[in-house]
Antibody
Framework: EVQLVESGGGLVQPGGSLRLSCAAS????????MNWIRQPPGKGLEWLSY????????YSADSVKGRFTISRDNAKNLVYLQMHSLRAEDTAVYYC???????????????WGQGTLVAVSS | QSVLTQPPSASGTPGQRVTISCSGG????????VSWYQQLPGTAPKLLIY???QRPSGVPGRFSGSKSGTSASLAISGLHSEDEADYYC????????????FGGGTKLTVL
C-alpha cells in the first residue's frame, strides 16, 4: 500500500526556518517524481516544487524560489522541503504528492500525504 | 487570483448530474492535459481524473472529465450526498516554464 507521511510542521516565527519531511513507503521510491503542494487555511491548493526520481530535475514556483528548496534521499525514502525566511503568508497545510507514468499517460499527484501544518506567527 | 478559473460553488440534488468548469488559456489548458482532484472536508485531496478523461482505478464511473479548447469540465452524474466536497482542476502552464497551476476550487453542495 502506498503511504506518504509528512512531518516537521509547527509554529515558527517570521523570518525563521523549518524543514519538512515526507516518508514514502509501499512503492519503489527512487523511480517516482515527487512534489510539495500547500493549502492556506480555508483557501485553495498551490503547487510549490517538483523533484524527479534521481534529483536531476527540480522545478519551483516563483512564489517560493530562493526561499524553499526541495531535495530527496532515495536511500531513506524521504523527500524534504527546506523553508527559509518564512512569512505569515506561508502559513498552510503542506502536502507531499507522488507523480507516476502509467505507460501512456503522466499521472500527476496520484497519491497525497495527510499534510503537516506550518504556522508562521510571532 | 488563480490562473485557472473555476466557479466558486455548485450544487445539485441527489441523483442529478452536475458539471464543474475549468477555464484557462492557450499556455495551459489549451496545450496540456487536465487533472481533477476531490477534497472531502478535513482530508487530503484525492485524484479523480487525469489526462482530461482518465479515471484511476477505484474512482466510480459517475465521475467523468472532458476538455475542449481552453476549457475543461468535470461531470458528476447520479449525485450522492458523499460527493459534497471541494473540487480542483490542475494542469501545467508553458508560460511558467511548465509549472503546475491549480484552479481556485469549486465547493459542491448536495442539497
Amino acid at each position: 500500500e502506498v503511504q506518504l507521511v509528512e512531518s516537521g510542521g509547527g509554529l515558527v516565527q517570521p523570518g525563521g526556518s523549518l524543514r519538512l519531511s515526507c516518508a514514502a513507503s509501499g512503492f519503489t521510491f527512487s523511480t517516482y517524481s515527487m512534489n510539495w503542494i500547500r493549502q492556506p487555511p480555508g483557501k485553495g491548493l498551490e503547487w510549490l516544487s517538483y523533484i524527479s526520481g534521481g534529483s536531476s530535475t527540480i522545478y519551483s514556483a516563483d512564489s517560493v524560489k530562493g526561499r524553499f528548496t526541495i531535495s530527496r534521499d532515495n536511500a531513506k525514502n524521504l523527500v524534504y522541503l527546506q523553508m527559509h525566511s518564512l512569512r505569515a503568508e506561508d502559513t498552510a497545510v503542506y502536502y507531499c504528492a507522488r507523480d507516476r507514468f502509467d505507460g501512456s499517460h503522466y499521472v500527476p499527484f496520484d497519491y497525497w500525504g495527510q499534510g503537516t501544518l506550518v504556522a508562521v506567527s510571532s | 487570483q488563480s490562473v485557472l478559473t473555476q466557479p466558486p460553488s455548485a450544487s445539485g440534488t441527489p441523483g442529478q448530474r452536475v458539471t464543474i468548469s475549468c477555464s484557462g488559456g492557450s499556455s495551459n489548458v489549451g496545450t496540456n492535459t487536465v487533472s481533477w482532484y476531490q477534497q472531502l472536508p478535513g482530508t487530503a485531496p484525492k485524484l479523480l481524473i487525469y489526462s482530461n478523461n482518465q479515471r484511476p482505478s477505484g474512482v466510480p464511473g459517475r465521475f467523468s472529465g472532458s476538455k475542449s479548447g481552453t476549457s475543461a469540465s468535470l461531470a458528476i452524474s447520479g449525485l450522492h450526498s458523499e460527493d459534497e466536497a471541494d473540487y480542483y482542476c490542475a494542469t501545467w502552464d508553458n508560460s511558467l516554464n511548465g509549472r503546475v497551476v491549480f484552479g481556485g476550487g469549486t465547493k459542491l453542495t448536495v442539497l
